[in-house]
C-alpha cells in the first residue's frame, strides 16, 4: 500500500485538485491521500488569528470573507454539493477566530484550532471530489483520530505508540475504501487540536506510512523532486534521481523547504523509500530517498536566510578549496558532512549561483 501526500500548491485550485485527481486514479496501489490547506490558506489562517488578537474586527471578518469564498468557488468549478458541511467548517472557523478576539497575543493552543481548519477544507473538497470521479469508495477521515501528539502546541511531537495503537481503527476502513485526510493536524490523548509545525504534512504523510507498514510515501509537489539547490533560486539545479536518507534529511534541515525536515525519521525506522514528484509533471522520475550507501562529494546546496550549506559527504577537500576563488562570505561550520557559509554579499541569490555553478 501507498501513500500520496499533496502539497498546498498541488490542491490551490479546482483545475489543480483535478489534477490530482487524475493521479490518483492513474495509481490503484495508494490506500491514503494526506492533503495539506490550499496554497498560502495556512498563512491567511495566521493573518486572521493576528487582527483578531489585535481586535481588528473589520479586517478579522474580510479576511475570513475572502478565505471562505475562496474555498466555496474551489468546490462550485468542480460542481460539488457539499454547502452544508462547508457551512459547518465555516461556523467552525468564525468561532475559532471568535475566541482570539481581543487577546492581545496569538495563544498558541487557539492558533493550532484554527490551523486545522485549512486542512479540513482542503480533504473535503478533494475527497468530495474524488467521489464522484472514482469508482473506488472514497472515505473522508479526520487525522485526529489517530495522529496523537503532546501537547506542544504549534509544534507537536507524535507519540508513536500511541499512534501505533489508533492505526488499527482504521485499518478495516482502509480494506475497502481509499482514503483521504489532512496533514499537518494531530490531537492531544485527550482530544485537543495540535498541529506538527509549519509545513509538517510531509511529516504527516510519513508517520502513517510507518504505522500502516506502506510500501512507499511519494510526496506530490510543484518540482520534480529534490534538487541540487531551490530551482527558484538556481534555475539549472538538477534533480536527483537517487538520495540517501541522511542527505536528504541534511538538505531539509538546512533550508530545502521541498521536505519538512523530520520527514525522513519514520522512514528510516521503518525502511521505506519516499518519492518526491511533481504534480505538474508527473512522467518525470522525480526523487527517490532510501537506504542508498553514500558516495563522497557535493550532493547539495541548501539556503536558510543568509546561510549557505554545502551538503555531502568527507567535505574536507577539493571541493570546498573551489570557495577560495570567492570572496563575501565567512566560514561558519564546517564537518565532513557539511560546509555552513554565512554570506556577506549584498546579493545572496547571486552568491549561491556562484557556488552552485561552480560545485555542481
Ligand atoms: N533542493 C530543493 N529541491 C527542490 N525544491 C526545493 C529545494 N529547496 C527548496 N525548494 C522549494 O520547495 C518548493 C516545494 O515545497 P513547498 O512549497 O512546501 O511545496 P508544497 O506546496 O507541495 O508543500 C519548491 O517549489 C522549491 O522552490
Ligand atoms: N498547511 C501547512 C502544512 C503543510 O505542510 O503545507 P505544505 O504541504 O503546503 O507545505 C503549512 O502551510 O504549514
Redesign the pocket.
Given at each position: 500500500m501507498k501513500i500520496f501526500k499533496f502539497?498546498?500548491?498541488?490542491v490551490q485550485d479546482a483545475t489543480a485538485m483535478k489534477r490530482v485527481s487524475e493521479i490518483i486514479l492513474n495509481h490503484s496501489n495508494c490506500g491514503i491521500v494526506v492533503v495539506?490547506a490550499t496554497?498560502n490558506t495556512t498563512n491567511e489562517l495566521e493573518q486572521i488569528a493576528k487582527s483578531a488578537s489585535l481586535n481588528e474586527v473589520n479586517l478579522m471578518q474580510k479576511q475570513l470573507e475572502s478565505l471562505t469564498l475562496r474555498h466555496r468557488a474551489i468546490a462550485d468549478d468542480l460542481e460539488l454539493d457539499i454547502g452544508l458541511s462547508l457551512s459547518e467548517l465555516e461556523s467552525e472557523l468564525q468561532m475559532c477566530s471568535q475566541s482570539i478576539l481581543g487577546d492581545g497575543e496569538i495563544l498558541p493552543k487557539k492558533m493550532d484550532a484554527l490551523y486545522s481548519l485549512g486542512e479540513r477544507f482542503s480533504s473535503l473538497i478533494l475527497s468530495s471530489y474524488l467521489s464522484i470521479q472514482h469508482d473506488r469508495a472514497i472515505l473522508l477521515k479526520d487525522i485526529r483520530e489517530i495522529m496523537i501528539t503532546n501537547d506542544s502546541w504549534n509544534c507537536a511531537s507524535p507519540l508513536i505508540g500511541e499512534i501505533s495503537q489508533r492505526v488499527q481503527l482504521w485499518k478495516p476502513a482502509i480494506e475497502d475504501a481509499l482514503i483521504v485526510t489532512q496533514g499537518f493536524i494531530g490531537s492531544t490523548i485527550s482530544g485537543e487540536t495540535t498541529t506538527l509545525g509549519r509545513?509538517g504534512s510531509d511529516y504527516s504523510a510519513t508517520l502513517l506510512g510507518e504505522a500502516f507498514s506502506a510500501s512507499e510515501v511519494f510526496i506530490w509537489?510543484?518540482?520534480a523532486?529534490?534538487?541540487t539547490?531551490?530551482?527558484?533560486i538556481v534555475p539549472s539545479a538538477k534533480f536527483i534521481e537517487q538520495l540517501s536518507y541522511d542527505h536528504a534529511s541534511r538538505?531539509a534541515q538546512f533550508g530545502?523547504?521541498?521536505l519538512f525536515e523530520r520527514t525522513l525519521e519514520p522512514a528510516m525506522r521503518a525502511k521505506f523509500p519516499v518519492v518526491v514528484k511533481s504534480t505538474l509533471l508527473p512522467s518525470e522520475v522525480g526523487s527517490r530517498i532510501f537506504d542508498l550507501p553514500k558516495r563522497d562529494g557535493v550532493v547539495?546546496l541548501?539556503l536558510e536566510g543568509d546561510i549557505l550549506s554545502i551538503i555531502g559527504e568527507n567535505l574536507l577537500s577539493e571541493e570546498v578549496s573551489i570557495l577560495n576563488n570567492l570572496s563575501d562570505y565567512e566560514i561558519y561550520k564546517q564537518t565532513n558532512e557539511y560546509v555552513a557559509l554565512r554570506i556577506l554579499s549584498e546579493d545572496i541569490e547571486d552568491f549561491v549561483r556562484e557556488v552552485h555553478s561552480k560545485i555542481l
Open positions: 502539497g498546498g500548491s498541488s495539506s496554497k509545513e509537489t510543484d518540482v523532486g529534490v534538487a539547490c531551490d530551482p527558484r538538505l530545502a523547504k521541498v547539495g541548501a
